[in-house]
Nanobody, 124 residues
Framework: QVQLVESGGGEVQAGGSLRLSCEASGRTFSWYAMGWFRQAPGKEREFVAAIIWSSGNTYYTNSVKGRFTASRDNGKNTGYLQMNSLKPEDTAVYSC?????????????????WGQGTQVTVSS
């Protein structure tokens, strides 16, 4: 089992920054990637970013490229999502997840472990 605990959400004005953290415990060696997803009110959950845990390679959805950065600290079993130049349309509940595979790191169903989610609100 893997447990994920998120922190770092909050409310910022447009153009501001937030950093989300996702601390993992349990079988921390057992996943391929840590993904970040978000769900805005009335919308489906969507892929935001992912980091391959072993290599550190990162992937992003187009709308956040150049603004968001995924990283990880292997020693702390913690993943991070640095979010800069935030926009009101980034407002959502953000969740980290562990899982994925070499063939698919963007699909929700590929992730077996999820954090509790944290609210990010960007005001204009």
């Amino acid at each position: 089992q893997v447990q994920l605990v998120e922190s770092g959400g909050g409310e910022v004005q447009a153009g501001g920054s937030l950093r989300l953290s996702c601390e993992a415990s349990g079988r921390t060696f057992s996943w391929y990637a840590m993904g970040w997803f978000r769900q805005a009110p009335g919308k489906e959950r969507e892929f935001v970013a992912a980091i391959i845990w072993s290599s550190g390679n990162t992937y992003y959805t187009n709308s956040v490229k150049g603004r968001f950065t995924a990283s990880r600290d292997n020693g702390k079993n913690t993943g991070y999502l640095q979010m800069n130049s935030l926009k009101p349309e980034d407002t959502a509940v953000y969740s980290c997840a562990a899982g994925g595979s070499a063939f698919n790191i963007t699909t929700i169903s590929r992730y077996g472990y999820w954090g509790q989610g944290t609210q990010v609100t960007v005001s204009s």
